[in-house]
């Protein structure tokens, strides 16, 4: 059974910075992708970006490219998401996600999800 657990998460001023961390356990396929959601009060779940394990191809929402990062351990297994320059409206609970399948953002496409590590960002 593939788990997910999210860290990192808080309270951050706005042009802030944090580094979310997604530890990934439990899968036995080479290839998979790991994704980066977010989910603020009343409104759709939204990828962010996403990476593949093996070759470390990426993808970012438009929202957030040029301020966050994506990257992996795959010695420790771990997903990380830098973000830069935050703003108030990047506020949300931040959700990583597997995916055997390279499938771009679309969160109905991945399996398996983490709990959720909130990021708040306001002065």
């Known amino acids: 059974q593939v788990q997910l657990v999210e860290s990192g998460g808080g309270l951050v001023q706005p042009g802030g910075s944090l580094r979310l961390s997604c530890v990934a356990s439990?899968?036995?396929?080479?290839?998979?992708?790991i994704g980066w959601f977010r989910q603020a009060p009343g409104k759709e779940r939204e990828g962010v970006s996403c990476?593949?394990?093996?070759?470390?191809?990426?993808d970012y929402a438009d929202s957030v490219k040029g301020r966050f990062t994506i990257s992996r351990d795959s010695g420790k297994n771990t997903v990380y998401l830098q973000m830069n320059s935050l703003k108030p409206e990047d506020t949300a609970v931040y959700y990583c996600?597997?995916?055997?399948?390279?499938?771009?953002?679309?969160?109905?496409?991945?399996?398996?999800w983490g709990k959720g590590t909130l990021v708040t960002v306001s002065s």
């Open positions: 439990g899968f036995t396929l080479d290839y998979y992708v």
């Open positions: 996600a597997y995916s055997a399948y390279w499938v771009g953002l679309n969160p109905l496409k991945y399996d398996y």
């Open positions: 990476i593949s394990f093996t070759d470390g191809n990426t």
